[in-house]
């Protein structure tokens, strides 16, 4: 096992649609690919048309693979980067949803884009970056 990249796989988040694992470790830091709104169990998009329910769901999907990786992105968020399919209209959804998931906590970095469209019709996707405790 390498200790310059870790893969993590979390049976809590929905599967890779495609040729990319849910993380990788380097060096003390969890690097998380984009999550959209989708079920783990069914992997179906949720909360179609409620943007303030998928920005809670793409952000328990990442916790779920910090989790598995011994981390949590409440605490040890570093940075997230938002993509947005309606921009103008979502903005502030987006940012209540988001204030409202990271509660007391001190809220990561960020960086939000809009963009044109994102997979299976979701209307968020988020990626993040976060902090191991313990580096591995």
């Not at 209540?96 to 968020?124: C, I, K, N």
Request: proline letters at 7%.
């Amino acid at each position: 096992m390498s200790d310059v990249k870790i893969t993590v796989h979390s049976p809590e988040a929905p599967a890779a649609a495609g040729p990319y694992s849910h993380g990788v470790i380097s060096r003390g830091t969890l690097f998380c690919s984009g999550q959209i709104a989708l079920d783990p169990v069914s992997n179906l998009l949720l909360h179609a048309g409620d943007v303030a329910g998928q920005v809670t769901q793409c952000l328990d999907n990442l916790n779920a693979v910090a989790a598995s990786a011994g981390t949590d992105l409440r605490e040890y968020g570093l940075r997230t980067t938002i993509y947005v399919a309606n921009l103008d209209r979502d903005w502030p959804i987006v940012n209540e949803a988001y204030g409202r998931w990271f509660g007391d906590a001190t809220p990561p970095a960020r960086v939000t884009f809009g963009v044109a469209m994102l997979p299976l019709g979701a209307s968020v996707e988020i990626d993040a970056y976060v902090a191991v405790p313990r580096s591995i």
